[in-house]
């Protein structure tokens, strides 16, 4: 591990800010015409190419190792998924939803990894599925179940978020960072673009507008710093401990929160807060407990393909 430093931990509430906030400005995106799945193909092909010029080599690798392309969909299939909820949904409610990831988390590291269940995973898998209860039972209904396109899309998000994951320890010793950086960047692209054209304007997703330098410049702009905020969650993810790196992290629905609240105009139900609660605690558990599935490289998956 490289020599600790004092910018560790800024560095990564940096990372944590800017997907914290990245809502605002794929809502603004989205008032301009430009579709969340257009928007996605747009900035992260931006993100590639700016990848591409800096670590060319990456290229080469994912064309020779098939296993980064699973790492790719996996990737792509989280982006799309969250960057389209956070759009058209309710800021705190996807970002809760997105991180059930330690109860998706347990279950594929049981199909994946062969790793067996413990009290430790348990306990976590009853936090989030009870928080998870609380968040998504609608008043008046019986039944705490998806209401609407954002949760599904948040619930598929966090489920490919920790898939991801799973993925990315797998490959950790076979594949160097820019392989798999790279992988995710263009996983973003590909399946963003293959949603866009295969749902196309008779489900609502529409080609994106004439090219206009107000929106041009928020996506370039949004590509730029998702850049710049993964090479800031690699400078301190390299430098503190996997379970600190996922405490900081999870400061992401703490910004997520109150800019909905300030910006968004969205209000923090009780509800919400109890079942986030849970939620959060599960995620702590994972990040703190022996069971830890990859947490250095949890924000990286969207940061990195962001």
Known sequence: MPTRSPWSIPALLLNALVWGLSWWPLRELHARGLHPLWSTVI???????????WRPQGLRQLLSQPQLWILSVASGTTNAAFNWAVSIGEVVRVVLLFYLMPLWSVLLARVLLNEHFTLHGLLR??????????????????WPVPHGLADWLALLGGLAFATNSVMLRRLAGRTREEGRALAML???????LVLATGLGPARGVTPPPVPQWGWLAIAVGLALTFVCSNMAYQFGAARLPAQVTAVVMLTEVVFASISSVLWGGEVLRGQTLAGGA?????ALLAA????????KAAGAQRSGPA
């Open 278 to 282: 849970l939620i959060v605690g599960a």
């Open 43 to 53: 900035v992260y092909a931006i993100a590639a190419l700016a990848l591409l010029a």
């Open 288 to 295: 703190l407990g022996p069971a830890r599935l990859g947490a």
């Open 186 to 192: 263009t996983g973003c692209v590909a399946m963003a």
């Open 125 to 142: 898998v009853v936090l989030a599925l009870a928080g998870a209860a609380i968040v998504l039972k609608p008043e008046g209904a019986p």
